[in-house]
């Protein structure tokens, strides 16, 4: 060190809760840093001290107001550093240097002017291949794909200019067996090493990482050239981020600063250390926990026996640091395992895992019902906190859901997705109504929404929705327009009302309800009118169809009070309104078709989350691994141990391989598991610790967590069996709380009612319905009990065989002889008739005329392969009540067709029948099936057949 001062570094070692020691560390200045606690209440204000979230700063704050003991006092500067997260990336800005710097571009911007480059460059693909490979490929350019990309490529550059790599490196990193498409991806990257940067000098911004390097850098500096009077601490940082590693070597170096790390092992065996501390260090070596403190280090320029401890945890928890420390060592000196275990007695282990359970639940519900379970029963003590940490937020919200058993609220800082949250849903569903407006459940869903008042109260809206739904929403196939469902429901009460068998609640309809249901849906339509008439532009721009939405969602949400306080009320909707407001103030020119909107609207929803107010319940807390960072509760739950969840998977890089980003000094994923590992090993410092995990993540086994694995294998099985005793009583309960006694399933419905209410006359095809299920009969015929009409639909086999039916029976009716050479054309001219007036849609139409084109001609066909054997055609006959022997039953019937043959007999025709005729090999026989049908056809000509109109 050549006569220069060491760097003031120390240590709070895992057990030791981390701010609660800061605090007192340096009211008696055992941080070395010169305080002066006698010095009153303004003892505190030259302090300052960065730690490495905000919701660490809030906590450190509180603290220092605990430990205070004056009533009032300054307390010190907090700031965070913001290591690993875009919202805590907060650091001030201060300084003439500061002012000097190009404002960061905002992230919607950034990711609109990113989607436009791409779906630029996505468009010349196709040329590009072509010409380098002599091959074609198709690439989907939409503009939602675009977003997609271009929040990749953002991910991308944030890398690059945190880690402070060398684009111009790039051209260099192919092999030759990859440099032909290699040259693709580099074209596609140039979207960053020259486009993007041409936008920004022309904006006059920067990216928000190199905004965020460049103000910690300044700080660095500013604290190098004028060192303030008071002390300077730095708390909890790993120094992961190149930039904050300088500052924190700035502050160590300051007369009165400090840099207090988390966590430093110092019982690590040299040879394991000194792996770690390497240059270049294998890549097995990035998961360790210790990998970034010993590369913060060897930054800054210290060794590790120069760095003092700062608190003693107790013995059993001293000791726990060890067996955790043992457990996750380097996988090269694992040979040493057996020493070590040797070494180590039984009684040691388990007093150090005495306060540790672990849960290993069949399934993911399982799971979160014990961890609910074990947080109520830290908390059964007044006084005492817990938390759950995991990485998991479905299983987060599993157990926010299960301590709702309980009457608590935890309080969540994972937040809700923007999107499904109550304004969150409102407006996805208003943009799948109003510009997908074919489909009638967005409407539905729409019109039953919570939030959706229209100006009215709520509940004479929801009535409303029921009646629409019942009128113009169901039974039927129809192409739904949301702009005009006033005049739909109008017309089909009128259609509904001429109907000689009416819907079962059609006579319930009360002249108050037809009124209010047509209110409704006029409103609605003017309410989405605006985005409707954007819809309609040939092209649009993200401003222009934000504006449309603020105004349509605002129509939709105003209340009876003129107010919009459902939509824009509480954490959720100021968030959806500062997301609103950065549609419109966006400012690149990302233009693209409105039917796209949807799509791009979910694209870019899907960051945004909704961070909320503290819970009601403050004593139980849900955080993930960087809230948890430098937290301390009396119960700590570490949830979801299996691979791929804690820690998460090491995923590829979607534009370079680990070896392209080792030429870039660019750290490979495996980097974030190495500070994975660290935050577990902090996290079992705590006292009472419970380990989760499920044998089962959705339908597929669950591999556990490889530091749960190896920390049972070093801690050994007897060890192993005391933590799942310990763990199995949270198990039980939670198998309990479910419990209940079996019930015997109900019997199958055997319906007998008396014969004075049986029916005593069926149809035809009833019959097939009392065989095959007749509680069905029983429900209708006796219950009177209907069921709904589905939703409105396209035109289907169902309805295909209407149309077709009617073609034919008019072709039949109009008595043409299908020997007659212009049977065909008067059949297809019959045809476009039907179609014309059903008015299909051009698509469905489109595909059915070929079709009945095809069953025309084959129609013909087989008519005139039987035409000579037939008297007469009678279409549409009925058969009246007829008695079937003594029973007092009476049947009627229906044909398609009645046709009298010479030798007096008929035969009875079913349209959708002779439609499979057509197939090779159909047999032409009598096509009536079933008991009914088949019992009509026993009867012959003259009977009860009615020929019907001709």
């Known amino acids: ?426 407006m996805t569903l208003l943009l799948e109504a109003a510009l997908r407006p074919s489909d009638p459940v967005p409407v539905l869903a729409l019109l039953k929404h919570p939030l959706l008042t229209l100006g009215l109260q709520r509940a004479a809206v929801r009535h409303a929705a029921e009646t629409i739904e019942l009128v113009a929403l169901r039974g039927g196939s129809e192409r739904l327009d949301a702009a005009g469902l006033a005049p739909l429901v109008e017309r089909r009460l009128a259609e509904t009302g001429g109907k000689p068998r009416q819907p079962f609640w059609f006579p319930r309809l009360t002249e108050y309800r037809r009124v209010a249901a047509l209110q409704v849906a006029g409103r609605l339509g003017e309410a989405i009118a605006p985005l409707i008439a954007a819809g309609t532009l040939p092209s649009a721009t993200v401003p222009e169809m934000a504006r449309a939405t603020v105004l349509s969602l605002e129509a939709l949400a105003r209340d009876e009070r003129n107010s919009f306080a459902g939509l824009y009320g509480g954490e959720v909707g100021e968030r959806l309104a500062e997301f609103l407001r950065g549609l419109v103030a966006a400012t690149a020119p990302f233009g693209f078709s409105p039917g796209e909107w949807p799509d791009i609207v979910a694209a870019l929803l899907s960051a945004e989350t909704v961070k909320p107010r503290p819970g009601a319940e403050r004593r139980i807390a849900i955080w993930g691994a960087l809230e948890a960072r430098l937290q301390s509760v009396d119960t700590l739950v570490i949830g979801g141990l299996n691979e791929g969840s804690f820690p998460r998977r090491a995923e590829a890089d979607r534009f370079m391989s680990r070896a392209m980003k080792s030429g870039l000094e660019l750290e490979p994923p495996e980097r974030r598991i190495g500070q994975s590992a660290h935050d577990f090993c902090m996290a079992l410092g705590t006292r009472r610790v419970v380990l989760t995990r499920s044998a089962r993540a959705g339908e597929t086994p669950s591999t556990r967590s490889r530091w749960l694995q190896r920390l049972l294998a070093f801690a050994g099985k007897e060890a192993a069996h005391e933590m799942r005793a310990r763990g199995e009583h949270l198990a039980a309960w939670a198998r309990e709380l479910d419990a209940a006694p079996q019930i015997r399933f109900v019997s199958r419905p055997e319906p007998k009612p008396p014969l004075e209410f049986r029916p005593t006359h069926f149809s035809v095809t009833e019959i097939e319905t009392l065989r095959r299920d007749p509680y069905a009969v029983y429900a209708r015929r006796i219950l009177k009990l209907f069921p709904l009409e589905p939703l409105l639909r396209d035109p289907g086999a169902a309805e295909r065989g209407t149309l077709f039916h009617e073609i034919l029976r008019r072709f039949c009716a109009s008595g043409t002889d299908p020997r007659d050479g212009e049977s065909l054309r008067l059949l297809l001219q019959a045809g476009r008739q039907c179609f014309a007036e059903l008015a299909l849609p051009a698509d469905v139409d489109a595909v059915w005329w070929p079709r009945f084109g095809k069953l025309a001609s084959g129609f013909i066909d087989w008519e005139r392969s039987r035409a000579a054997d037939i008297a007469e055609r009678r279409p549409e006959a009925r058969a009246e009540k007829t008695a079937v022997g003594s029973s007092g039953v009476t049947l009627s019937g229906y044909a398609d067709r009645v046709d009298v043959l010479a030798a007096g007999k008929a035969d009875i025709l079913d349209y959708k029948t002779l439609i499979a005729l057509q197939r090779p090999g159909a047999h032409a026989a009598c096509p009536a099936t079933g008991p009914g049908r088949r019992a009509a056809a026993a009867r012959r000509l003259p009977g009860p057949w009615d020929p019907g109109p001709r």
């Open 1 to 426: 060190m050549n006569g220069t001062r060491l760097p003031r570094i120390l240590s709070i070692p895992p057990g030791v809760p981390f701010l609660p020691e800061l605090a007192d560390a340096l009211l008696s200045d055992r941080l070395g840093v010169a305080f002066e606690a006698e010095a009153g209440p303004m003892a505190l204000a030259d302090v300052t001290i960065y730690v490495p979230t905000r919701r660490a700063a809030r906590r450190l704050r509180a603290i220092f107001m605990e430990r205070s003991k004056v009533r009032s006092a300054i307390l010190p500067v907090i700031r965070p550093l913001g290591e690993f997260d875009e919202d805590e990336t907060a650091f001030d800005p201060q300084g003439a240097g500061a002012i000097e710097l190009a404002p960061p571009i905002s992230g919607l911007d950034r990711l609109l002017h990113l989607a436009d480059l791409a779906r630029a460059w996505k468009r010349r693909l196709p040329d590009h291949v072509a010409a380098r490979f002599d091959e074609r490929v198709e690439v989907p350019v939409s503009a939602a794909d675009a977003v997609w990309l271009a929040r990749d490529l953002a991910a991308l550059m944030d890398e690059i200019e945190t880690e402070g790599a060398d684009w111009t490196r790039l051209r260099e990193l192919a092999p030759a067996s990859l440099a032909g498409w290699w040259q693709v991806t580099l074209e596609f990257l140039s979207i960053l090493t020259e486009h993007w940067p041409r936008i920004l000098d022309e904006r006059g911004q920067s990216n928000p990482a190199w905004h965020r390097n460049a103000l910690i850098r300044l700080e660095s500096e500013r604290l190098r050239q004028s060192p303030p009077p008071g002390p300077v601490i730095a708390a909890g940082s790993t120094g992961s981020i190149p930039a904050t590693a300088e500052l924190l070597s700035s502050i160590a170096r300051l007369p009165r600063g400090a840099v207090v790390l988390p966590g430093l092992d110092k019982t690590i065996d040299d040879d394991s250390w000194n792996m770690l501390s390497d240059a270049f260090p294998p890549a097995a070596m990035l998961g360790h926990p210790q990998f970034g403190l010993a590369r913060l280090l060897r930054r800054i320029g210290i060794l590790r026996q120069d760095i003092a401890e700062v608190g003693a945890p107790e013995p059993s928890l001293a000791t726990r640091a060890v067996l955790v420390s043992e457990a996750l060592r380097p996988a090269a000196t694992t040979d040493r395992w057996s020493a070590r275990r040797a070494a180590a007695s039984a009684s040691d282990i388990a007093a150090a895992l005495s306060g540790v359970s672990l849960v290993e639940a069949p399934r993911e519900r399982d799971e979160a019902a014990a961890i609910a379970l074990a947080l109520r029963e830290a908390i059964s003590e007044p006084g005492r906190t817990a938390a759950l940490v995991t990485g998991d937020r479905q299983l987060a919200r599993r157990v926010a859901a299960e301590l709702g058993r309980f009457g608590i609220r935890a309080d969540d800082s994972g937040g809700t997705p923007l999107a499904a949250t109550p304004p969150g849903t409102l």
